[in-house]
């Protein structure tokens, strides 16, 4: 099926949805006196007045053949888009009474181009937003924890006091893990917001003269289609990335604590005999190889997760050591549940990871190809040009 049937697919639904709203007569009657509606097919056509083309422009960006538009007017563009009720969808008219140098066609390209590239950005702010917001999750996670242990080991002692020290630092580990949510989940992106309202509200922008006459006219549907969106493989891999670099980050993180805290325990221990000195030196040795491979794990992870090039091969070496490694912890823990419910859900973020790193890698080899295919043709153009 073509990208055009689906379009007028997913048009022929939202505007079943549409119809099925009760809409504010009121309201409507209120838009009425400043756009211009149809209300049978709900569309609101949205006429804006410019005296000059520059007002649209940006003027930061200087550029001898193309304009792009310029963010502010953007804005508040879609603050506009906002105030009309959500059945309805919106058709744009900019009339400018004097074009300068511009030419209508370039203003419209400048238009998608502001358009598209807010998407790129918001793609991008959303995988910083989501590397930030892990981070924290795992700062709340060791808080918490070392509140936990300190709790049993009494290091606050057990004094009103000591729980007034308890209440502080579980506090903040709490803390932490709600700016986690607020940030992942509960803050919207203005770049989101934007780009998702022109893109499924606006159907089409034309650019008209001084006399009402259309000089230009597009259906923005059309140059959506065009966006390289992220598809769900590849969102998939992005997310696998994700979730498993923090699971080794925290794994590794409250590894290392437990290491410590057991360390501390062990010497506390009076009577020790050498053997059992060498053997659980040997464990904590074991016990920060692991550490170190989780952390390694987790770096490499988050690394190619916000498009840093780690080599494959080293990612696979660290993958097949840590398999090993997990294995035979698996056939050692075998009496102990815990520790085997441990071992299964380090088997299992490994999984992930590998899942995530072998679809990325794929992808990223057919971006390349495709990326020197469009570089080769561009090069063929130009010198046919230049003969």
Partial sequence: MSEEKKQIKIEKKERKKRNRIIVNKREIELLNKYYEIDNENRIVTMPLHYEKASDLVNDKIISKDNYLFDYDELTSINEMIKRVPAMYRINIDIQI????????????????????????????????????????????????????????????????????????????????IWETVTIAFLTPSELGVSSLLFRVRVGRIRFKDIDDKVLVEEVLASQTMKWENERRIEQMSKWSLLLSGIAFVAMGVLGLVTTITSLYEFFTVPDKTSTMVVSYLLIIVLDLILILLQALGGYCALARYIGKRILPKFSFVFSGIMLILIVVSIILAIGDSRAVIKSLFDLAVLLLYLFGLIS?????????????????ETTDIKEEKTE
């Fill in 97 to 176: 009474d004097d074009y300068e140098d511009y030419e209508p066609e370039k203003l419209i390209a400048g238009f998608n181009d502001a358009l598209e590239l807010n998407q790129y950005n918001y793609q991008r702010e959303n995988k910083w937003k989501f590397l930030r917001a892990g981070i924290l999750l795992i700062v709340g996670l060791t808080v918490l924890f070392l509140v936990a242990y300190a709790k049993l080991n009494k290091w606050f002692g057990t004094s009103d006091e000591a729980d007034v020290y308890s209440e502080i630092f579980d506090i903040i580990g709490w803390v932490f």
């Fill in 360 to 376: 990325n890698i794929v992808i990223s080899k057919r971006k390349q190809s495709l990326n020197d295919l469009i570089s080769s």
